[in-house]
């Protein structure tokens, strides 16, 4: 992720990150990008979530 | 004169015979706390009055014969995450350092019932997340065996106090492997138990759907003791599950024979992989186990990253959404590890979170499956000894990947064991993972290793 994409990220998040702390941020960002990319297996349409429970009944 | 070290078991035993006063035990705890804590910045609050103040109730209704069992009048910390009735709990942070709450957690609530005695509340890392960190109120608690090394987190406080003998036990809380890690790199006993048996409710959450509470302490003997006295429903936690709880302390019965333990070698010896010490550990107790008559069988599931990745980003995002507003409104006050490593939770999607989730029911089938012919899994805790506090990694959750997550997404019991010692003293530890609601045979196991070898014998010299 370049310094830029982080910015305008940032920026729609609305968090005032220091200046200090961004480069590194970004530099680490190809984590969070991986991580994603591992939970995207392909899977049937309607494959479910973990957190589709049936309600109580009463 | 007090030992300087005993198991709640040795304790209750002689607190239940009037050989030992609850407040004797207590004053000693105080006094050891006053001599070592300096060192270790186990506490971030004492509670000296209150906990002698409970200490004598505890002694008066002994010696009235209302003896309410082996928490009676033994002495505990509180993770700094557990609401505490009229003290400051704080998540180890500037944003919540004057936060009081009006009532006790629910299991807090529940260990007072039992009778125990509240020492104070333990460091932790940031909201039970952002650790090691030097810019914080308080410091870093530091590592018994060596206080030049990490403690592991977040339940980090509890990691060192038991261990030194400060405390004869206490609570921590794990979404990821707080509890297990910091048990692994401290040398003593914790297990995540299932996820749903204890109570979240007035813990400060880190993830919802991840976080577990649960006992530390020197002994899994002693872990039983401990949840016995914190499992139970609570309706007013969503989570909350109803098993029947069964008599864990009984369930100790030292034998192993007929276990079915399958060893998920790959974990740790290529997904991430642990150094050689760990591994000639590791399987030292997989072939101790076989001594005593379990059977010990490897077996192969998804990669680790693949588990981390599913954990982490549902851990990550949760928490962010529950800390969303004072990230914006006051981000500095956060420290540094714990704001830096919620940026890049904002990272994620919605789409993102929701992969994570389909993934996540995808893994707990393959775990389920895997465990059909099994009674437990077996695996490391963590790749290696503790390290040096000083060169814990920022985004250290997400470099390498997690060995202890994966029990989370799945909600299974998990436990860390300590299982040898390196050259140079430092602990080193093993993980057994049961069946959802088989906590019991978690303990049975981990107890049964323990009086099998002589870990247990070791402390810290301080």
Redo the contacts between chains.
Sequence with gaps: MTRQELDAVLARLGLDVPEAERDQIAANAHYAEAMAALVKKPRWVGAEPAHTVAFPEK | MVPDYLTIAEAAKLIETKELSPVELVESRLARIEKLDGQLHSFIRVLPDAALAAAKTAESEIVAGRYKGPMHGIPIGLKDIYETKGVPTTGHSKVMQDHVPAADAYSVTKLRDAGSVVMGKLATHEFAFGGPSFDLPWPPACNPWDTTRFTGGSSSGTGASVPAGLVLCGTGSDTGGSIRGPAAYCGLAGIKPSYGLISRRGILPLAF?LDHAGPMAWTAEDCAIMLQAMAGHDPEDPASASPPIPDYRKALTGDVKGLRIGLIRHFYTTDNEANPATCDAIDAAAKKFEDMGASVREITLSPL??W???G??IMMTEAYAIHEAN??TR??DFG?IF??RM???????AA?Y?????????L?DELDGAMAGLDLVMTAAAPTEAPKIDEVP??AV??RPSLTMPFNVTGSPAMSVCCGFTDTGLPLSFQIVGKRFADATVLRAADAYERATPWRERRPSL
């Design positions: 759907s990253a693949e981390a990745a599913c982490v980003l990230l914006r981000f500095t540094e704001r830096d940026v890049l939770a904002g990272l994620w999607t993102d929701v992969q994570a989730l389909r993934r996540r029911r995808e707990v920022k985004f997400l470099d």
